[in-house]
Each structure stands twice: as C-alpha cells, then as structure tokens.
C-alpha cells in the first residue's frame, strides 16, 4: 500500500517543507474505554460496515511515542460519550492526561443532558481547547434543547468543536448537514471542524463553508484506499478543496485506522494540489486556530 513504507512520513515532510504535523483527530481514551471501541471493530459492528482491523493497538506510551515519531507536534485526545452520565466523567480523565501531555491538545465532550453547560464551562476553566461530539454515535440531534446553552458558550469562547455529523460510513437519525445547517444559523460564531470532510454528503458540507466562514472540515480518512471504497469523494468536486485549502484540517483517526499512517499522507499528496495545499493543511491552518507556534 502507497504510503506504508518506512520512513515515507519523514520523506513526506521534508520533500513538502512542513516543520511538523498538527493532527486534530486522534483518540486517546481511558485504556477500559479505547478497549471498547477496539472491540467494536473487532467485530465489524453496525457503524463500521465493514471489516476494520486497527493498525496500531498498542499501550498508550507506545502510541504516543509512535506520533512523535512520526513529527506530529501537537494531536488531539477526542473522547466522546454515547449515553448520559459519561461526558464529564471523561473530561475529567482528558484533563487529567493532557496535563501530563503537553503536546496534546486539551480535549473534551459533551451530551444533551442536564448539567451539561455546567460541565463544559468546567473543562473550559480547566483549559480545554477543542471538543469532540460524535452524532452517529451519540444518536442525539445537534440542536437538541438540552444543547442550547452549551452551543451559546462555545460559540461565545470561540472554542472548535469536531463533529462527526456526516451519514458515513453508516447514516445515524440525526446525521447530513440538514441539522448543522440549522444550528449555524442559530449560532453562526460556532467554530464546527466537520470530521472526515462530511462523508458522504461532502459537497452539501463545502456548501455550508461557503456560508460560514467559520465552519472547517478536518480530512480524516478521506482519500485513502479504505475510505474510497466505501464514500468516495467526488473527482468534480477536487477544485473545492483548494477553494477551502485554508480552512481544511488533517486529521488521521490515528490509532483506530485499517492502515498505516503514512498512507493518510499520501492520499493527500497524491491529489496533487501543490505543496502550499499540503502545508496548509497539516500544519499552517491548525496552528492559527489552535495558536501554536
């Protein structure tokens, strides 16, 4: 597979002048829960569609070496919760790592329950940088009640949020950009970062950017031989990404991904946008949102 061999990371970076990679969508998660999801994939369960075997199950030091390894300077912990009761609990855990991780972004979470403004105005006085909600998963509207005063507060500190709001690989009740849409016009200053460039509904996401100047779209798996199977991005729609080439985001999926890291990489370069796109993408743009430096 393109993209596998030893040291094509490395030669990636210097053959595009990148001084390192910022990647917004990694998971780091309390290891009982990470051993969960790994045995969701496992077992090919109802949200993956497919086989997904896990390239890097490896113990929590290991995967955070292998990052550095590959010169990521700064990667995110997403956790999210899929029932109520759970958000906060994991939020105390993200504080807790990103504390004793300094190349980690500050992550947390949140879900439509009460108290949930409460929670997340904690994590924000605690430092969090970037929240994680994932739609499918969580089965819970985007504009849910229960939300409101969560959206208000992160719309107002101007904190990203990634959402995994996009029908792929599977639909969930509440996915595709119909809800998003409505709740940016209720919160237009939201700082939404659409995880996997929205798959499958990827034009109908580019066409919300075009609305919100705020709004990103993070690259997660997309383009990869894996995903290309299953929500293949559309060839007519290639000259958007450079239209939006500031404001898309590399993301990996790293640990949980059914190939290696390098090939994440490589499925951008071969686009062929040019090495001002590549740089832009995964290291310019998450450094003047996230002001790393």
Known sequence: MHG????????FQRRVGLPAIIDVHTHFMPEPVMRKVWAYFDAAGPMTARPWPITYREGEAQRLQTLRDFGVRAFTALVYAHRPGMAAWLN????????????CLHTATFYPEPGAAEYVAAALAAGARVFKVHIQVGDFSPTDPLLTDVWALLADTG??????????????????????AELLQRFPALRLIIAHL???????????ADR?????LDTTMTFTDFFDTIDAFPPDALPRLTDL???????????NIP???????????RLDLGDNWLRAVCHDNAARLFGIR
């Open 159 to 180: 904190t990203p949020v990634v959402i995994h709001c996009g029908s792929g690989p599977v639909p969930g009740r509440f996915t595709g950009p119909e809800p998003i």
């Open 4 to 11: 596998a061999e030893p040291g094509y990371v490395a030669d």
């Open 92 to 103: 105390d855990w993200t504080a807790e790592f990103a504390a004793a991780t300094p190349d």
């Open 212 to 216: 919100h100047d705020r709004l990103r």
């Open 198 to 208: 929205g798959a499958p509904e990827y034009t109908a996401f580019f066409d919300l």
């Open 259 to 269: 190939y290696r890291y390098g090939h994440a990489l490589y499925a951008l370069e």
């Open 245 to 255: 080439g500031d404001r898309i985001l590399f993301g990996s999926d790293f640990p």
